[in-house]
């Protein structure tokens, strides 16, 4: 097994080089000098150097040594709040904007770590210490796991089982005594094309006659038959920052995986044709809890960066005194304080799991991630409304330093606020609302978190509703006492 040092930065530019299973654009390219994927390499070493510079909140003690606090077991409420933190300061860097930073499934390896007696063994492998070296490896190599999940929109009516299209899924084709051969597809890694390896694993919901399909394990991204297929970039070289202050820095590239025949040796397997493993391995381990605690603090970042855009357009072109304008911007200011207040409600009302982790809780954090989509809509509605016209007539760089064009520099200028400035403004607020860049973001917080349809229908089944039925049943009765 291959050994990085822990550390960080220089290490994880030195992994990305040589890369040889991405393709962007229909050539194979090269991660670590291709521009399209520049910003989020810059944001993902800034999580990296975060560790070094501020070690006392994003590391934790291993023994003697530094590990990612994000792999921290949380056994108080006071370490839930302290992984808390450092995901916060995490979305700080892309201001929320990238959803799959390493603290992601980080918070899914700690509890799978935890709760892996759940994976159980067979006669080739024994799944439960597989997941306990596993999380080891990672956090001694302090390495970057994206994951794979989601299967790709084939034909939903069908079940696994039934599928035709041998890329519906990833399946088992064959196995011996020394691992296991998989073929397939998933929807859409995000991150997958800068991360060290991937965690594939199916969401719960496979049926008896899915077994072939019911797999899960650890892909390093360079196996062979590896095929990782980037959707088109919305990182524009030829736009300054300047024009393009989100896109440019903060794209998060999402990607198509193929496997082809690929060798999974039988110490990375997780899960291996067992249903009922597939269907524990996210829920049951308490998966979904960690990681959905770290989603709705990223989602927090994000939420303060669309507030902070439109109270400056307000401000700025003197909107700001209306009072339907102040309307707005208070369900914005009060949409960031729910968002905090799910964050502190699902630590607060956490639980412990028989295996001594606490858990933060599933019901506020399924809550806010039902609700905030339609919140993010929300914000991204008013910025478009206050900045309207504006941000579609805003000029190119270039054209403020074309002489022709000096009187850009008055027209454009509201008089406390100079052209050059209310244009960046602008800028960001079509970024973050309109283009490719703004419209994917709002994509991803619709159905990052799978679809809000099962989000609520799911709350609603698994809600402990019984106080509520309780009061309808004492005032039908008139018994009010
Ligand atoms: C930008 C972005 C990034 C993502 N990154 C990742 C990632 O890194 N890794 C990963 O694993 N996943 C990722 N996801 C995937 C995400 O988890 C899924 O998109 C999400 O869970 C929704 O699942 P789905 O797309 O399969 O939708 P489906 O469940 O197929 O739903 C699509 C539509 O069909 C309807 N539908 C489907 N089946 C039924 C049914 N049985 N009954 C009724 N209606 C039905 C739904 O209501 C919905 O309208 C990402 C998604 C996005 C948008």
């Not at 590391?59 to 709040?81: H, M, R, Y």
């Not at 800068?194 to 899915?210: H, V």
């Not at 956490?350 to 506020?364: C, N, Q, R």
């Amino acid at each position: 097994m291959q050994t990085y040092e822990f550390s960080a930065k220089g290490a994880y530019l030195k992994r990305m080089k040589g890369r040889n299973s991405v393709y962007l654009n229909g050539v194979q390219v090269d991660v670590a000098t291709s521009p399209a994927f520049s910003g989020a390499i810059g944001c993902i070493e800034k999580y990296y150097d975060l560790q070094e510079e501020q070690s006392d909140i994003h590391c934790f003690k291993d023994g003697n040594q530094n590990a990612a606090i994000s792999l921290l077991v949380p056994s108080t409420v006071e370490d839930l709040q302290r992984k808390r933190k450092s995901y916060k300061a995490v979305a700080d860097i892309s201001f929320g904007m990238l959803g799959r930073t390493p603290d992601f499934i980080n918070a899914a390896l700690a509890t799978l770590y935890a709760h892996s007696k759940q994976l159980g063994s067979n006669p080739f492998a024994n799944f439960s210490e597989n997941m306990k070296a596993y999380y080891n490896y990672v956090k001694e190599n302090n390495l970057f796991v994206g994951h794979g999940a989601i299967n790709p929109q084939i034909d939903r009516s069908l079940p696994l089982g039934s599928q035709i299209n041998e890329y519906a899924a990833v399946r088992i084709v064959s196995h011996d005594q020394k691992g296991i051969v998989v073929t397939g597809a998933k929807m859409i890694v995000t991150l997958a094309p800068i991360a060290d390896e991937l965690l594939i694993f199916n969401m719960p919901g496979l049926k008896p006659g899915d077994e072939d399909y019911a797999v899960s394990f650890a892909l390093p991204i360079d196996y062979p038959g590896v095929k990782i297929i980037c959707r088109k970039p919305m990182v524009k070289p030829v736009y300054h920052h300047f024009d393009h202050p989100l896109a440019n820095a903060f794209d998060e590239i999402d990607a198509y995986l193929i496997l082809n025949e690929v060798f999974i040796p039988w110490d990375k397997v997780f899960v291996f044709r067992d249903v009922d493993k597939s269907n524990l391995f996210y829920d049951k381990t308490f998966a979904r809890n960690h990681t959905g605690h770290q989603g709705i603090v990223r989602g927090l970042s994000k939420a303060e960066l669309l507030t902070g855009i439109s109270i400056q357009l307000a401000k700025m072109l003197k909107l700001d005194g209306f009072i339907n304008v102040q309307e707005k911007l208070g369900e914005l200011t009060s949409y960031v304080e729910l968002v905090k207040a799910s964050i502190a409600w699902s630590e607060a009302d956490a639980t412990l799991s028989e295996e001594g982790v606490i858990t933060p809780s599933i019901s506020a954090i399924q809550a806010i991630r039902y609700n905030f989509p339609k919140m993010y809509e929300t914000m991204v509605k008013t910025l478009q409304s206050l900045a309207a016209g504006s941000m579609l007539s805003t000029p190119h760089y270039q054209d403020f330093l074309n002489s022709d064009l000096s009187d850009l520099a008055s027209s454009l200028s509201t008089g406390e606020t100079d052209a050059l400035s209310r244009t960046k403004l602008l800028n960001l607020a079509w970024d973050a609302s309109g283009d490719g860049f703004g419209q994917r973001q709002l994509v991803y917080e619709f159905f990052h978190a799978g679809d809000p349809m099962r989000i609520a229908a799911g709350h609603f089944l698994n809600y402990d509703k019984s106080n509520m039925i309780n009061m309808v049943d004492r005032v039908l009765l008139h018994d009010n006492d």
